[in-house]
Structures are given as C-alpha cells and as structure tokens.
C-alpha cells in the first residue's frame, strides 16, 4: 500500500528528474574520488561542494513549494525552519569538537568558555549522539510549525496576513539566537567544525558521502512531495488552495490539510539545513533573516510554482546566477535579483517550467495543424 | 433553547446579526420541514445571503437559535461540521475547483471520506466508482469527465456543481440565486432539476426572479429588513399590501 | 607619586602662620600661596580658610585644583591656571584672571590633588558659591552640597540662608541643610524636621539621603522616619518612572505611526502590501540629506528651515516614485496579493540598491536644526524638544490625513473606490487614476516619516528595512482599513515596547511584542478595531 502510495503521484517526467538527480548525486563524488585532479573528468571539491549547497537550496525550495504551490500558503518563514534544522545538526557538530577547542574545555564549546558558562545547557543534551540530533533536525522545525499553523490556521489567518506573520516569525527568531545568553553561539554562531560521526568534516570523502546524501535527501524529498501531492489528500490540497470557502461548504475541515502539510514542508527544509550546515562549515543567526527566506520564495516563483521539478530548477538557477554574478559584478547582484522578483511575478507567473509547457503546447498545437 | 422538539428539519428562532450597528437580521424565525422546498424573496438587502451565511456556519448570529435535525444547534459548529451534517450549499455563481477535472471535483464533493489523514492513502472504492458514473450520467458529462473545471462553460459550471451536490447528498440544500444571468429556458431547466432534486432532499431556494419561483410552485417567505414580512403561497404574499409596498416603494 | 616643593620643607611654619592671618584679612594671595605650598595636610587647610574666607574669586581657583589646572611657574614661582589648547596651555593668572600667554607641563608644576582633597575642594566652593551674586551659581552650589550631605557645610549654609532673599533658592538651601543635619550629630528632632524636608523633594538624590540615614541613625524614631520618608520617596519616583515610560512609549509609538501610516493607506484601504513602504521610508530620509547638503554648501543660513523645506520635497519624491510603481508594477498585480508581495519585494532591493550605489553604503549625516535640539523637564520627566516635535508632527499628519479622507473629494472618490469599485467605475470616476494617487499618496506620508526619522534614526539604505514588520504589525493590530486603529495601535505597541524593556531588555523586548502580536492575530484576525460585516470576506 505504501509502495503504491509512493508511486501513484509520480509521472514519467518525474520519474526521469529523480532518476537524474541520483546520477548527478553519484556522479560527481565518483568523479571528484576515481579521477586524478589533472584529467578532463576530474570534478574539483569545491565544485561538489557548491553543487551540495545547492541540492540543499533546492530541498529547501521544495519545501516551499509544497505549501506555496499547492496549498496556496506563502511562507515568508521557511528559512526559519531550514536554520533551526541547521543549528541542531550545528550543535551535533560542536559537541563533536570536544576538547579540540581553542580553550580545550571536554564538555564546553568555546564560545561558553568565552561566555563563562560554568556547565551545558540543559538543551545541548543529548546533542552529542548524531541519532538524537538527526531526530531533533526533523522535530524541531516540525514543532514550531505545529504550533505556529495550528493557532494560525484555526483563526483562519490567511494569505498575506499569514505571510507577514511568518516572516515576523523569522524575524523575532533572528533577533533571538543573536543573543549570546540564548546560549547557541551569539551573532557568532557556531563554526570550526571538525568530526561527523568520526569522519573530518574536511576531507574530500565526508565531503562526497555528504553531498550524495544532498542528493539522496532531495530525490526523497521528490518522491514523498509526489506521493502526497498525487494522491486523493493532494487533490484536496489544491482544492484548498483554489477554493477554501468551497471546501469548508463540502465539509473539509482545512486546518487540518494546511497543518499537515505545513509541518511536512517544515521538516524538509529542517533536513535541507542540517544537510547544508556541515557542507558550508557554519551555521549563524543571519540564516534567520527574512531575505533568505523571501530569497527561497523565489526561487520557488522561476523556477515554477505548484510544480515539482520547478522549484529544484529554480533554486539551481538562481543560485547559479548569485555565485556567478557576487564574484563577477556585485553591485549588478542586489539589481538582478530586485528585477528578477519583478519579472517573474509580472511575466512569468508559471515560472520556466510553465514557459517551457507553453513552448510545448504550442508545437504540439502546430504539429496537430500541420497534418490537417 | 425553549422547543428543541420540533418535526421541523431546519428551525431558526429569534435570530439577530449585527454589522456595525446594522442589523442584517432582526429577529427572524422560520420553520423549514423534512422533504419540503422553501422559496426566499425579498429586496436587496433583505438578510436573504446572511440567513444563509448563519445556517452554514459562515457568520455566528448575535442572539437566537438556529437548530437542524431538531438536535444539532448550528450556532455552535463551524462550517465543515454543518457540511458534515447534511447541509450543503450553492452559491450565485458557480464555484468548482477550475484546476481539478469533472472526475475529481464530483470525488471531493462525493459524502464519506474528509479527515485529511484519511485521504492520504484512500484509493478510490468499486462504490463511489460506481455512484460517480451515475451522477456523470445524470449530468450527462461523461465524455467531459477528464476536463479541467476552468475549460468548462458557464453552463457546464453549473451542472457540475449540481452534480457535486448531488454527490454531497446533503439533507437540505440551500441555493443562491440559481437562475441569476440565466436564459429563460435555462431558467425552466432548473426549475425541473430542483424539483427533481427535492423529491429527496429539501431544498430552500433565495431567488430574486418571480416567474422561477412561481415555476417552482412552493411556498414562499418574504424577508425584509431581516425579519420575515410574509409567508405562504406566491399568490397569497404578492396580494399582501406590505410586500407590494415593500418591492414597489412607497 | 608624592610631589613636594622645597619651599613647602623649608618654610611648614611660616606657611601655617600665613594661613592663620590670612583667615583674618581674606587675602587671597597669601590663601591662595598657602595652597601651593605645604603636604596634601597643608592644602586641606588652606582650603577651608578659603571657603571660610567667602571671597569670590577664590571659587573658580579652586575649582582649577581639582580639575588639576592649577599650575606654579618654575621660573617665577606665579600661580597660573592653564586651561589645554592644543599642545600648550593656555595661561591665566590665578588671582588676578589676567591672560598670561601660554606655556608647555615641562614649564610649569601642576598642584597635586588627592580624591580625599577633591571632596573638601567641592565642599568648599559649593559654601563659596552659596553667597554668589549669580542666582544660577546660588542654586546650583546648593543642590551640590544637597548631594554632598556633608555636616562641615552647615555653617555655610545657614549664613547663605540668612542672607538669600530668593524663596526658590532659599527651598534649596534648606534642602541641602537638612540633608547635612541629617549628616551631623545633630539631636533627634532637628533630624526628624530634616527628613519631613527632604522626604518632600521626592526624587532621586532625596531617596539615597534617606536611605544612607535609615542605614545610620542609631536613634530608632529617626531611623523609622527615614525609612518610611525612603518608602514613599520610593513610590513617587516610581511613578514618575512609569510617566517616563508612557512618554517614551508615545515617543516610539509616534514613529511606528508614521512609519505605518502610509501603509495604513496603500494596505488598509486598497489592500495592496506593498513591501517597499519601508524603502519609501527612506527615500524622505534621503530628500532630507540632500536639501540639508545643498543648503550647507550655498544657504547655511537657511539650515534652520532645512526639515520644512524637505518635508513638500520629501512627499513629492516619494509620492511620485510611489505613482511610478503603482502604474508600472502594481496595476497588473491587483488581485494577486502574494505576487505583488514578491514584485515591491523585489522592488525594495532595486531601491535599496540604488541608494546604495548613489550615496554608498554608509550612514549619511543630517543634522538637527536648533529648535529640535535640548531638552526640558515636566516634573521629573525629561522631554527633548527632538522627540516632541516628532511626536507632535505625527499627529498632524495622521489629524491632516483624516481631513483629506473625509473633507476633499479625492477622499471622497477613495472611499468610493475601495468600498465599492464596480459601482464608482459606473457613476464616472476614474478608478484607475484613483488607484494610482491613493498609492502615490501612501507612499508620500511615508517619504514625511522619513524626513522625521532622519532625526533620529541613521540615515543608511537599510533605514526601511527595520520598519517594515513594525508597521505590518502597527497596521494588522491596529484593525486593517481603519486609520483611529493605527493610531491606537502605534501608541499602544509603542508604550507596551518602553514597559517591557527595563525587564526584558530592549531585544527581547521587541521579541516579546513580535510573539505577542503574532499571537494576538490568531485571536483576532483582523485587529483590534475590525470592521465587521459582509463586505471584509
């Protein structure tokens, strides 16, 4: 049942993408491990490394799609959920330095030391088992979302109410973890990570297993999002998204739709930010800040919303454009993507995935002339 | 909450909603019986589209009883739970999910699965197969069954909505305006497909268009300044001075 | 560390000779000689001949020695004050107040203080500037010595007591009597009268005088007295705090109303979220610096005015560029809510971005013209004229708002418009032109908050980016579509802001109220002072 579950919201297209993102997660570590660093296949660590970031970002972009695409809910807060997924893999990750740190104190990470605390935390416990902290990723995020969409979603805060809500909740999240006494790092945040699970998070090998389980995550990410979205609670979803009010008049309750898949949404990105943080070595409260999660948002819009492949696609193209335009012409960065909001709302509402169906559908409809 | 004992299938007493000092309903009270139709007329303004609102779940009343089945008081359940009960309801303009096809908007509506923890592994059962090709054939739309709601006419629209109440099976249906910017024989055909549907349901209908209600042939009551001003026969409330004062001015 | 002159060896008799004849006849050379010579002993005692002496000139000497000014010429052994200027300093002859030219440390001898000596010098010129000429020096001298409570200034006080004429200063005196009697040994009862006195003054410095003699007195009657005196000094200053807070609060809840107003319009009424409010925001701060700019290269004379010429500046700037969006962005969007949320979202960078590569990065200076500097006291709250202005300035905007949307016929066709589109359309009003000037209006209140928050806020590209949740907040809290709302709710999260920051601190502060709003919302979705009724679904 649950096979079947899994494969009915998959369509052959889909199915081709994930098929891809798996080669593309297996390729590029066997490339960057079995080839020498002169050869013309070589794939260089920093590249993999990029590429990480950005199946993350596209996990993470999914993740808003699910609830923006197909339930019609923006969420200006979904960075807060992929931050708080990357503290507690962070917290994982300092307990790891142990007494390697700069003061050298077994049980205290540094910035304590600094700090003068005298013993952890009651909340950093457990954090030094990599199976606690891989429960907390999922939990975390996943509670603050209960929370917030249950008040939410029974009031019946919707659309821009509910997204300037979410973004006022990033945003008191950032003011908080910058400070120092809520015991996580200050506006330092957590970094000099060594060890995950035994293995240098430095070394090119961690670096490739943690980039296929980029890959590996966002494929699952895939197959879970169709699943749900395919199946008769998708279709509901939609019907939310197009017509609460009809719905309600049908006798769904919707709170109880939006929450589900709030939550789910929450847990994705918390498990993009978990992915993320020992790729980039840092996890710091500025991944609160509601830019980055308005950023997420669009990559969501170019790529596609309400589609699944899109989001992905977008997140890799406009954080290609990001890296490439930051190093190339930064004051050209903040322009483009001021612009890029503005076109892809005003011209591109369906995203390149949308333009490409029209190109699509327009050939098709020119073939179907043509014979005739 | 004095006479909860009534035969009567929807019973409202005393009801009172207030916009801003505005008060949309004053005191209304009607009795709608099992198996009955009701026609609702009045002038703009009259409370028709808040009477509707209140029985829904859509506006909580000020004060008043609104009480359905004789046991399930309506003031105090939100609008799934209403739905849930066996009330459904169409509005003026005709709202089906334009991003799902003819198949899926009748699934939504069809009555039984809507916990949405249900719906995650639900596969469609031989039964509702079965009843969704009745209510296709009933609304002559099996050939569109795989078409998105927004291709669909307007007058397509309408019959699918009538085909999800259909699926919805509600005990009353509650109909907005059903004939507003329809041709007269439009008009005529729905005339026939809510009788149709009244055999067994009970309908209560607001419409502006005298000649539909006259076509429908029910009893009528007439709002006005949200309370009822006049009930009985289309003959009887069109020969009552107050209505005539009431939709001719004074 | 010690530094003692020869002369000071040589010469102990003479000098405590010098002292005690000069006591007398108030000469104050030879006081003022006594000074410079002898141990830190010596000098206690010259200086209280001097204050004993009430010589005048005496007071700003020894106010010299304290500050470590006072200086002895090696070459002539005159006695200089030397005021810093540059690397030199720059002389004055201490008895005399003639220029003396200017001199360099390696010249000169500076006369050494200690802290203990510090105290009798202060002492001493509080009792010396008791008898002043100057009204201001009197009370000033006798708040000081208030503060000091010190027993040894009672003889001075009661002579400048006998002799002032002035009731203000003479209140003063017998404050800062009382609290030196309180001091002294003085019997029971003197000290019981004393702390009636100073329990009436009912501030600050009176509630640590009550409190050091409820921790000393070993008469049990006055000590009890002095605690309960404490005790209800205590509870005024509490209050006056809390009026202090409620000042701030309004204070802080005028600026959210400025900054929420305009969003008020462009979101409450048309119901258009425009994220580049903010930026809107800044462009008036911007307007500001450039006319300020302008007017200091080629007007400094007109710098007074500079705000009132920025403010019709301001407006038009910001309301044109907010004409511009509308018609070249929002226009298409209507309907769309959340698309138009991305595009002024993305809108906001370009502007941001813009004033960045224009101005650069860093905060710009503007400056506050001389009738909004300073400050003045009510009661014991402290009012600066900049905020005043500020908090009267949102008041007019939000009074000449209301007047527009209710007296003008632009008002008129607003309301028309949002209340019902289709029908205004009908009746000849040209609704997309109402759009684009409700919009265009929106955005030129927030182009006037702007010139106000240049005053207080750093003049940077981000300058809109921090109020841009607040007046969501403002607005949503507040009842969307009502303007009495906003104002309501800018005043009333601005002074729940002030309460909550001296326990929580002004961080968590702002993260409480955000957590309280939040939650605030799900209760009650659309505000405080919702409109209800059939047209709000």
């Known amino acids: 049942m649950i096979t079947r579950f899994l494969w009915q919201g998959m369509d052959r297209s889909l199915r081709i993408f994930i098929l891809l993102v798996l080669a593309i997660g297996v390729a590029l570590p066997l490339l960057n491990q079995l080839t020498p660093p002169g050869s013309a296949f070589h794939v260089p660590a920093w590249l993999m490394q990029l590429m990480g970031k950005y199946l993350c970002y596209a996990l993470l972009a999914l993740a808003v799609d699910l609830v923006w695409g197909f339930c019609g809910i923006l969420s200006l807060g979904h960075g807060a959920f992929f931050a708080l997924g ?215 819009a170019v790529g596609g919303r309400g589609t699944l492949i899109g989001p992905v696609i977008g997140a890799f193209i406009v954080n290609f454009g990001k890296t490439w335009l930051t190093g190339a012409l930064p004051e050209v960065w903040l322009f483009a993507l001021g612009a890029l909001f503005i076109v892809v709302t005003l011209l591109l509402p369906k995203g390149v995935v949308g333009l490409w169906g029209q190109i699509k559908a327009r050939s098709q409809a020119k073939k179907a002339r043509a014979p005739a | 909450m004095s006479n909860r004992s009534t035969s009567a299938l929807l019973y409202l007493s005393g009801v009172t909603v207030s916009f801003d000092g505005f008060k949309a309903l004053n005191n209304l009270s009607l009795l709608v019986e099992p198996g009955e139709m009701r026609a609702i007329i009045g002038p703009n303004g009259a409370g028709k589209t808040t009477m509707m609102d209140v029985v829904t779940g859509k506006t909580r009343p000020d004060s008043g009883e609104v009480v359905f089945d004789g046991k399930a008081d309506l003031t105090k359940l939100d609008e799934a739970s209403i739905a849930t009960l066996g009330i459904g309801r169409k509005f003026q303009k005709p709202t089906v999910f334009e991003n799902h096809t003819v198949r899926d908007n009748l699934l939504l509506a069809l009555a039984g699965l809507r916990k949405w923890h249900r719906l995650l592994l639900a596969q469609p059962t031989k039964a509702e197969n079965a009843r969704l090709a009745e209510i296709l054939a009933i609304i002559r739309m099996e050939e569109q069954q795989h078409m998105l709601g927004a291709r669909l006419s307007h007058g397509q629209k309408q019959w699918l909505e009538i085909g999800m109440l259909l699926a919805q099976d509600p005990k009353l249906l509650l109909v907005d305006e059903p004939v507003a910017g329809m041709t007269d024989v439009e008009t005529e055909t729905t005339a026939q497909v809510l009788r149709e549907i009244n055999r067994t349901h009970s309908v209560v209908v607001v419409e502006h268009d005298m000649s539909f209600v006259r076509a429908l042939g029910v009893k009528v009551t007439v709002l006005h300044e949200g309370s009822m001003l006049a009930e009985g026969t289309l003959d009887q409330v069109s020969a009552d001075q107050r209505v005539v004062e009431v939709y001719l001015g004074r | ?380 709250i402290n009012v600066t004229y900049g905020r005043l202005w500020i908090v009267v300035f949102s008041l007019i905007v939000f009074a000449a708002l209301i007047l527009l949307l209710r007296k003008t016929p632009l008002g008129l066709y607003m309301r028309a418009v949002t209340q019902n589109r289709p029908m205004a359309s009908a009746m000849g009003i040209r609704t997309p032109r109402v759009d684009a000037l409700t919009f265009g209006l929106g955005s030129g209140i927030a182009g006037l908050a702007g010139v106000a928050l240049s005053q207080i806020d750093n003049v940077s590209p981000n300058l809109g980016q921090g109020y841009i949740i607040d007046s969501f907040m403002v607005v949503v809290f507040g009842g969307v579509g009502n303007l009495f709302g906003t104002l309501i709710g800018a005043l009333t999260l601005g002074v729940v802001n002030k309460f909550l920051e001296p326990y929580a601190g002004a961080v968590l502060g702002k993260i409480l109220v955000l957590v309280f709003i939040i939650l605030f919302i799900q209760r009650r979705p659309r505000g405080l002072f919702a409109l209800k009724g059939r047209s709000v679904e």
């Open chain 1, 86 to 300: 990357g503290y507690c893999m962070g917290m994982y990750l300092m307990r790891q330095i142990g007494s390697r740190g700069v003061y050298g104190n077994p049980l205290l990470p540094d910035f304590m030391v600094f700090l003068n605390y005298k013993e952890l935390p009651w909340f950093w416990y457990g954090f030094n088992h990599f199976w606690f902290a891989m429960i907390m990723v999922v939990v975390i995020p996943s509670l603050l979302a209960l929370a917030l969409g249950w008040f939410a979603f029974r009031s019946r805060v919707t659309g821009v109410y509910l997204s300037i809500i979410t973004q006022a909740m990033t945003f008191a999240l950032m003011l908080a973890f910058f400070r120092n006494d809520m015991g996580l790092g200050g506006n330092n945040g957590m970094t000099d990570f060594k060890e995950i699970l035994g293995f240098s998070v430095q070394a090119d090998g961690t670096r490739a297993v943690l980039y296929f389980a980029s890959a590996v995550a966002l494929a699952l990410g895939l197959i879970v999002s169709a699943a749900v979205v395919g199946s008769r609670f998708g279709k509901a979803l939609t019907a939310v998204r197009d017509a609460e009010s009809r719905m309600r008049f049908l006798g769904y309750r919707v709170e109880g739709y939006k929450l589900f898949v709030f939550v789910l949404s929450a847990a994705m990105a918390g498990i993009a930010g978990a992915l993320y943080v020992p790729q980039v070595g840092i996890i710091n409260p500025s991944e609160f800040s509601p830019a980055n999660s308005i950023e997420a948002v669009l990559w969501v």
């Open chain 3, 1 to 380: 560390m010690l530094f003692l002159r020869p002369l000071a060896m040589l010469l102990p008799a003479l000098a405590s000779a010098l002292i005690a004849a000069t006591a007398l006849a108030a000469d104050l050379p030879a006081l003022v000689a006594g000074l410079t010579t002898g141990g830190f002993g010596d000098r206690e005692t010259a200086i209280g001949a001097m204050a004993a002496s009430g010589e005048q000139r005496a007071a700003p000497i020894l106010e010299a020695l304290a500050a470590g000014q006072l200086y002895v010429r090696k070459s002539d052994n005159l006695v200089l004050i030397g005021k810093p200027d540059g690397n030199q300093l720059a002389l004055t002859e201490a008895i005399s107040g003639k220029p003396a030219g200017s001199g360099s440390e390696a010249e000169l001898d500076r006369v050494r203080v200690n802290n203990r000596l510090r105290g009798v010098i202060e002492a001493a010129v509080g009792s010396l500037t008791l008898m002043s000429p100057d009204a201001k020096v009197r009370r000033e001298a006798a708040e000081a010595l208030f503060k000091r409570r010190d027993a040894s200034s009672l003889a001075a006080l009661d002579a400048a007591l006998a002799a002032e004429k002035d009731p203000r200063i003479k209140r003063a005196m017998s404050e800062a009597r009382a609290a030196s009697v309180l001091a002294s040994d003085a019997p029971p009862p003197q000290k019981l009268d004393a702390i009636a006195l100073v329990r009436e003054r009912a501030d600050r410095d009176s509630l640590g005088v009550l409190e050091a003699t409820a921790n000393s007195a070993t008469d049990p009657e006055v000590k009890a007295a002095a605690g309960a005196g404490a005790g209800a000094v205590r509870q005024t200053l509490a209050a006056w705090e809390a009026a202090q807070n409620v000042w701030y609060g309004i204070s802080l809840g005028s600026v959210l109303l400025l900054a929420a107003i305009g969003l008020a319009i462009t979101f409450g009424t048309m119901g258009v979220i425009n994220m580049a409010h903010g930026e809107m925001v800044m462009l008036g701060a911007y307007t500001t610096f450039v006319v300020q700019d302008i007017i200091r290269t080629s007007a400094p004379h007109l710098f007074d005015a500079s705000l009132l010429i920025a403010l019709p500046l301001a407006f038009v700037v910001a309301g044109g560029i907010g004409i511009l969006i509308e018609r070249g962005i929002i226009r298409f969007l209507y309907g769309r809510p959340l698309d138009t949320l991305l595009a002024t979202w993305g809108l906001s960078l370009v502007l941001q971005q813009a004033v960045r590569s224009i101005f650069g990065s860093s905060n710009r200076e503007v400056g506050a013209p001389s009738w909004m500097s300073g400050a003045f006291q009510v009661g014991q």
